[in-house]
């Protein structure tokens, strides 16, 4: 009997793809090194993989790899479909035809809207671990800078999401009847001005959690970690 295994699994799970398959590796990898090398507090730092602790790191996890700005990508470039709007070419196949947002994945990712709020949940820890730095040493030390862009930028990208901006000020045809009035239009007009550099957010603020990572992964091991300023 031969058993369509195509009809079983989404189409990029089966169809050889380096590129995809290189990607599972690299985020296997990361998640394995995070769970085989913790990184303990130390000298008032907190790393901010672990904060608070690395096993809520799926919920953001989630909430990162649903982003609006990386799926572009990774339909794009991983699983090669379906492909720009504009390109002329879709990527369409007799085994895959572009059909709207029924797909599991599409499904999957359109949970974002849910994952924000866990994303925003977080977002005091990586402030506190900032001010934590701080009241330690009872001075500002390079690391407490890193934890800080760290914040901004995880804050930056997380209050710039699409799904925020529907939540601040969607679903709304006239805003001074409605509650909060010109105060909601303009949060409203701020989080656009933000929104528009929602996906180059989204990769800094990426980079900059591996950097302070790895930064206080660094110091931990002997780097040195100048004083800048006594509080
Ligand atoms: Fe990128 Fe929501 S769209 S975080």
New binding site residues.
């Given amino acids: 009997m031969k058993i369509d295994i195509k009809g079983l699994f989404p189409y990029e799970l089966i169809e050889p793809n380096w590129r995809l398959w290189s990607f599972v590796a690299v985020l296997a990898a990361g998640f394995w090194a995070l769970l085989a090398y913790p990184m303990e507090a130390f000298a008032g730092y907190i790393d901010p993989f672990y904060s608070p602790t690395v096993l809520i790191v799926p919920l953001p996890g989630a909430?990162?790899l649903?982003?609006?700005?990386?799926?572009k990508d990774y339909h794009r470039h991983l699983f090669k479909h379906p492909l720009g709007c504009a390109n002329p070419d879709r990527g369409d196949g007799t085994e895959r035809k572009y059909t709207g947002e029924r797909s599991a994945v599409f499904q999957l990712e359109n949970f974002?809207?849910y994952f924000?709020y866990a994303?925003i949940a977080i977002l005091p820890f990586f402030y506190f671990d900032f001010y934590q730095s701080l009241a330690y040493s009872g001075t500002l030390r390079l690391g407490s800078i890193v934890l800080l862009a760290n914040a901004l930028l995880l804050s930056g990208?997380?209050l710039?999401?699409?799904?925020?901006r529907h939540i601040v000020g969607g679903n709304m045809n006239c805003y001074s009847c409605a509650f909060g009035g010109g105060l909601r239009k303009s949060v409203y007009d701020k989080q656009s001005w933000l929104n528009k550099h929602?996906?180059a957010l989204?990769w800094i603020s990426l980079l900059t959690i591996v950097f302070a990572d790895l930064f206080l992964r660094g110091v931990a091991a002997g780097f040195p970690d100048p004083t800048l300023l006594r509080l």
């Avoid at 649903?66 to 799926?71: H, I, M, N, S």
């Fill in positions: 909430f990162r649903t982003c609006y700005a990386y799926r974002h809207r924000l994303g990208w997380t710039s999401c699409h799904a925020f929602h996906e989204a």
